[in-house]
């Protein structure tokens, strides 16, 4: 069963389930802005699932926070001091839940079956707050189903602040990962829709021609300055890329590769590409190739869209 809400004046209902597309599904290519896209994740950071959701923020590029009771304590013990959690000067939790949700723009609770505890109080703040709710019955719609629905939901509420409670390990000890990559997926999916006909950072530009201190030497090194200058969704569109239109990147990404590590002076990164490709008698066109191919091998470990099951 998926459940959605938009604001607390509405009841709760079940609007779909595996076997039938729910009816606010079909309404959302239609009335949902495109424009907009998650710019923070917040957790509880209580349990393992939790802070799986947490480390895809940070996989991904994602701004992250949330309130954690004093002490930053949790389930599992102390919340490690790589989540940027603020600490609530109360040991309850409950209170670190409403707080959630009331700096967040909507609610996503991912769940098997009926909500109780913890996941049935977020239904009732989020209510009490108005504040878009989204839930998801994993007993009853799989899980890429899940993504897609939870993209559309984002985009469709222009959800740009999300709060995740998730289920917990005691169900299922594959939950976390199982819950990460949900919200992985849907989030790949709304940084690949936000904008319709969007298309990669366009590199010609003069404004990103720049001096490099100093030129790497290796594919390697040239490929992570290029990692660490591209916005994230230019990251994930070149992630999914077939190898076939990597051919569509050479006018642009091409022409600031061959420009911003000067591969035309026959440098040492150009001996780099010529080994990599096992082709001394590579150009400068291929050696650029060679180091957009190596880029887009990392990256489809990063930010591909996984199929989740």
């Known amino acids: 069963m998926i459940y959605f809400c938009p604001y607390s004046q509405y009841s709760l209902r079940a609007v779909g389930t595996t076997s039938q597309r729910p009816a606010f599904h079909s309404s959302i ?12 994740i917040i957790s509880g950071g209580q349990t393992e699932e ?37 600490e609530m000067p109360t040991d309850n939790y409950s209170e670190c839940i409403e707080q959630n949700i009331k700096d967040s723009k909507g609610t996503l609770i991912i769940s098997y079956g009926k909500l109780t505890g913890d996941f049935d109080y977020a239904r009732k703040m989020t209510l009490k707050h ?26 469709l509420r222009h959800i740009d602040v999300l709060y995740v409670i998730g ?25 690949m829709n936000a904008s319709p006909g969007y298309s990669i950072t366009d590199f010609s530009e003069k404004d990103y021609f720049e001096k490099l201190p100093e030129t790497p030497k290796t594919v390697n090194q040239a490929v992570d300055i290029l990692i660490s200058k591209m916005v994230l969704k230019d ?22 590769i061959k420009n911003i590590f000067r591969l035309w002076s026959g440098n040492e990164l150009m001996e780099s590409c010529r080994f990599v490709t096992k ?13 957009i191919e190596t880029l887009w091998k990392r990256l489809r470990k990063t930010h591909k869209i996984r199929v989740v099951k």
């Open 29 to 40: 290519t239609t009335y949902g802005s495109y424009k907009d896209m998650i710019k923070k």
């Open 50 to 86: 939790d802070q799986a959701v947490l480390d895809i923020a940070i996989k991904l590029g994602f701004p992250h926070g949330g309130w954690i009771p004093k002490g930053r304590i949790t389930k599992t013990g102390t919340l490690p001091g790589r989540y940027r959690l603020k």
């Open 130 to 155: 108005k504040r878009q709710l989204l839930g998801i019955d994993l007993n009853q719609t799989i899980a890429f189903e899940a993504a897609s629905l939870i993209k559309d939901w984002i985009q």
């Open 167 to 191: 289920p917990s390990g005691d169900i299922n000890p594959d939950i976390g990962k199982h819950t990460a990559g949900i919200v992985e997926s849907a989030l790949i999916l709304d940084l």
């Open 235 to 256: 990251k994930v569109i070149i992630a999914n890329m077939t190898y076939g239109e990597l051919v569509d990147l050479n006018s642009s990404l091409g022409a600031y």
């Open 279 to 291: 082709n001394k008698k590579l150009n400068e066109d291929g050696a650029c190739f060679a180091i």
